[in-house]
């Protein structure tokens, strides 16, 4: 039961336009949420991240909206740029016994052409 | 900006042989992680640590065992490799809050043959 989804496995966006990744979640403990870049062969790098008492995050060019009630988050990139491209997951975390364990969805490939 | 540290990024491996793949941090941080991605998949977390002498499986039943001799240190050992076990493992670690990011390492590309 995959408890993080994203369901976009791709994502084409011409740069300087708005790149925006989705991500769906089905367990209502999670409480905070990541999104991650990774190029290939390379670790995953934090972008920003959003705790469930809030709706939006932004940091520069990155902002994170967070839906409860639709338990829908999703990742905007304006502008967008060449080197955005990349794998981007989102994550989600939970207290209790999951304490700071993370799920993260599939991934969906942004490519984004000058 | 993170620091930490995985050696080897790469290891191409006979099968049957023992590896031991090595994770370093210099942040301080008591919990680290690993976790297991293949190509096109999402990580899955194979095992946690919360401090020095703790150690817990994760959400992914794996081969590997782990240890936490030292804060900054968490190796991954495999008894003996199977073309199975080909895949790419990431380390992370984070601080002691109810809600942290975890930073990555660069990661290992293990191919078994």
């Known amino acids: 039961d995959q408890q993080v989804k994203q369901n976009s496995p791709s994502l084409s966006v011409q740069e300087g336009r708005i790149s925006i990744l989705n991500c769906d979640y089905t367990?209502?403990?999670?409480?905070?949420f990541l999104w991650y870049k990774k190029y290939p062969a390379e670790g995953p790098t934090f972008l920003i991240s959003?705790?469930?008492?809030?709706d939006k995050n932004e940091d520069g060019r990155f902002t994170v909206f967070l839906n409860k009630s639709a338990k829908h988050l999703s990742l905007h990139i304006v502008p967008s740029q060449p080197g955005d491209s990349a794998v981007y997951f989102c994550?989600?975390?939970?207290?209790?016994?999951?304490?700071?364990?993370?799920?993260f969805g599939q991934g969906t490939i942004l490519t984004v052409h000058p | 900006e993170a620091d930490i540290y995985q050696t080897p990024r790469y290891l191409v491996i006979g099968t049957g042989k023992k590896i031991t793949l090595e994770c370093s941090q210099t942040?301080?941080?008591?919990?680290m992680y690993w976790y297991q991605q293949d190509p096109g998949m999402e990580l899955h977390l194979i095992h946690y640590?919360?401090?020095?002498?703790?150690?817990e499986k994760g959400d992914l039943s794996s081969e590997s065992t782990v240890s936490r001799i030292r804060t900054e240190h968490f190796p991954l050992t495999l008894e003996s490799a199977r073309p199975s076990h080909t895949s790419q493992y990431l380390c992370?670690?984070?601080?002691?809050?109810?809600?942290?990011?975890?930073?990555f390492g660069p990661g290992t590309r293990l191919t078994v043959l």
């Open positions: 992370a670690s984070s601080m002691w809050r109810a809600a942290d990011t975890q930073y």
């Open positions: 367990n209502s403990m999670f409480d905070y």
């Open positions: 959003i705790s469930s008492i809030k």
């Open positions: 994550a989600a975390s939970a207290g209790g016994t999951s304490y700071g364990k993370l799920t």
């Open positions: 942040m301080g941080h008591d919990k």
């Open positions: 640590s919360y401090g020095v002498n703790s150690t």
